[in-house]
């Protein structure tokens, strides 16, 4: 898997920052199951992209946050 995160500060008032992140995991969405998953060998799964059981983990996700003190 390929994550990327980037964050930066910008100062809006004399004492106030405002802070932004921005973090994506799984950047290329590639279908994975992870050792520790108790769903690994559950079932037969039609739709699998490797042909193997079980249910995959998430796919690609995204996630902004903005941190504004006041």
Do not use: W
Request: glycine letters at 8%; one cysteine or more; charged letters at 10%.
């Amino acid at each position: 898997m390929f994550n990327l995160s980037a964050g930066t500060s910008i100062q809006y008032s004399g004492s106030h920052k405002l802070q932004l992140q921005l973090q994506v995991n799984n950047v290329f969405d590639k279908a994975y199951q992870s050792n520790l998953n108790r769903l690994k060998y559950f079932e037969y799964y039609s739709a699998s992209p490797n042909g193997t059981s079980g249910i995959y983990n998430m796919g690609r996700n995204i996630c902004v946050k903005a941190i504004v003190p006041f």
